[in-house]
């Protein structure tokens, strides 16, 4: 469990990092007389990351169906942190002039490519390993993972900007964040290179009850629930991304506080997010994954547009209370589903269903977020139009959810340990 966990962290902080460097980055990789042509330039670049995804998904997908759950983890982290180290390092445009945006884009790609593997196996691999009756609080792990990834990216961005200087950050600062997630890929290393792999793929292997090609036998046998993960991605990525990498960007530009103050308080707002998704866990282990997640649909459909309404003209303390009271939902949505992926595939297909759904999904709503809602800003004139956006999504989820006739994951369900149980058939 702390091996997917503290993946997770390594992952998303790598990929995310990026995001709260992109006010600091983008006139150093994209300099440009328009200060919003340059972000809209830098947030292109973040965003085609999450393009690389679904084939790092298929990839991956087919690494963990046919070669083990562990593989798939342990090389998915490795190529991360390669490719971090290496945008750690790059020469700026007026160095080399469009080499940089250039080798930019091929570190971004490849830390896009990685990490269309880690949530989709480590999702797999905590659901096969957990047991049955608390794959709600262990989903949870793997969220509080990519949240407190996120948190530590937004922390060590703060603490950098609050260090040096304008000009220091602009001429090295920058480049310390991506160096400081280090010591943390080395302990993610050293746990997965420790951990089994789950039972479940042990035992399929002995018996050699494995897919030759997993994404020939998804499309044959399972494409609907492909579509089922795609549309609950779209609520989870919007609602997650906005809150993770967007607000943070909104509350400077259009509220015009400082960079240092919004990002430490994104920073605890994300932290809060974070101490939220093992009570989430419980929630869903509780009362089932079908209410917990109608309840954070509705929740961000409901708080989006007043929330973003309190963030510009109110003060900061405000802008921040309005922050945590929508970022709710995203704890609400990531735990609920979280055992749902999985148990709508067949373990044979398993990891390359949850990992091309969901990141498809995260092409469509997630990494293109930020570039969203800055795009809808500027061509309508509206700080609030963001919020069309999320609740737009928040209707995509929840239609999604409709199509899902089977009972969802619901321990209170099951009979207790020791009675006679059945397996759970996937909830088509």
Known sequence: MAAAGIGTVVEYYDLTVYAYLAVVVSPLFFPSDDPTASLLASLAVFASAYLMRPIGGLFFGRLGD??????????????????????????TYA???VLAPTLLVIARLAQGFSAGGELGGALTYVYEIVGPRRRGLGGSIVALGSNTGFALAAIVVATTSALTSDVQMTSWGWRIPFIAGLPLLLLCLWLRSRIEDTPEFEEAAASADLAKSPFKELLASQPFQVLQVFGLGIAQNATG?????????????????SQTAVTWTAAGVIVFVASLMP?????????????????????????????????????LAVAGLAFAVFAVCTPLIQVSTAPVFPELFDSRVRLTGVALGFNLATVVAGG????IATWLIDRTGDPLSPAYFLIGASIIGGLTLLTIRGALY???DLPEVGEDRPEMAPAH
């Open 66 to 91: 046919r070669y083990g759950r562990k593989r798939a983890l342990l090389v998915s982290v490795i190529l991360m942190g390669v490719a971090t180290l290496i945008m750690a390092f790059l020469p």
């Open 95 to 97: 160095a080399v002039g």
């Open 241 to 257: 991304y906005m809150v993770l990498t967007y607000i943070g960007i909104h509350l400077v530009r259009e509220g015009g506080y």
């Open 279 to 315: 009570i989430a866990g419980l929630l869903v282990d509780r009362f089932g994954s079908r209410t917990m997640l109608t309840i954070g649909l509705l929740w961000a459909a409901i708080f989006a547009y007043p929330a973003m309404s309190l963030m510009t003209g109110h003060g």
């Open 368 to 371: 293109t977020a930020a570039y």
């Open 410 to 412: 619901k321990a209170s």
